[in-house]
């Protein structure tokens, strides 16, 4: 029999997962509190659900890829949660980006329950998760990884293992705070180049052959416009863009660490301020 996977949250992540792992061959349940998405993958194979429940309900794998912490709490410990239903043995794989004390948490209940889980930030955004090259730091135990991995490799190329859960979370703020200093560095130097009369297409072009190249620069073209959008300010009471919340989980787990992150605060404030230098300039 084919396995059972379940997908909860169907975002820009999860939707082209959700219809990988039906490409693949699994047996996928979905929920998401929008009807269309679940509309969607109905068409392509997939089961829509009525509650995380359900999927648990019907799932060997649960992959999870809510926006934050209290939705994560709602899908794990809601009355309708995956708790209620957790099949023996299933594991919970966690792909969103909550910090190590939430999904430890987590974790802990699900053992509790007999369950497993692994701890799974994703990067690459969702033109790697169209075409299954997805990045994975994994928190967790090795066995457990080597269950899942072949549901894992349906979305994702590079798979690693970070440490115990909670690892996969730590190793993936730390790669937020790099990520996000680099949007906002390559917007400066762009600005700063465009300012002396210098071509930003030319600019592009001198950065990636230098050493200041990255896959932040390779993607520009596809995802800067959706970067910069992450640095515009967002009224008071509501959850900043997946950038600048990120930032804040790092900030935290820097604090609860006692390690001074003097670029990350001064990144933050800037992006939070809605001041990151080029932010609303189209031609960069």
Not at 17 to 30: H, Q, S, T
Request: aromatic letters at 4%; hydrophobic letters at 45%; glycine letters at 12%.
């Amino acid at each position: 029999m084919a396995l059972q996977v379940g997908v909860i949250g169907l975002g820009v992540l999860g939707r082209p997962i959700a219809e990988r792992l039906v490409a693949a061959g699994f047996e996928v349940a979905v929920f998401d509190v929008r009807q269309e998405p679940m509309s969607a993958l109905k068409s392509k194979g997939a089961v829509p659900c009525k509650s995380p429940a359900e999927v648990a309900k019907r799932s060997d794998f649960i992959v999870s890829l809510v926006s934050d912490e209290a939705q994560t709490n709602d899908v794990v410990f809601g009355g309708d949660g995956i708790l209620t239903t957790l099949r023996p043995g299933a594991t919970l794989i966690v792909g969103s980006t909550l910090g190590p004390a939430p999904v430890q948490k987590v974790a802990a209940a699900l053992a509790a329950k007999g369950g497993e889980t692994l701890d799974a930030p994703i990067s690459g955004g969702y033109i790697a998760a169209q075409d299954g090259t997805l990045s994975m730091m994994i928190g967790g135990t090795q066995s457990v990884l080597d269950r899942a991995t072949p549901v894992l490799h349906a979305f994702a190329r590079e798979i690693t293992l970070a440490g115990a859960v909670g690892a996969g979370q730590a190793a993936k703020l730390a790669h937020q705070l790099v990520f996000s200093l680099n949007v906002m560095a390559l917007l400066e130097g762009l600005a700063l180049g465009k300012a002396a009369g210098v071509d930003p297409g030319v600019m592009k072009t001198i950065l990636r052959d230098g050493i200041a190249g990255s896959s932040v620069l390779a993607l520009w073209k596809d995802l800067g416009p959706r970067w910069k959008g992450m640095l515009e300010p967002t009224p008071a009471g509501v959850t900043p863009p997946n950038m600048r919340k990120d930032l804040h989980l790092v900030l935290d787990l820097a604090h609860a660490l006692g390690v001074p992150l003097y670029l990350g605060t001064q990144g933050s404030l800037v992006a939070d301020a809605g001041a990151a230098t080029g932010r609303d300039d189209p031609e960069l």
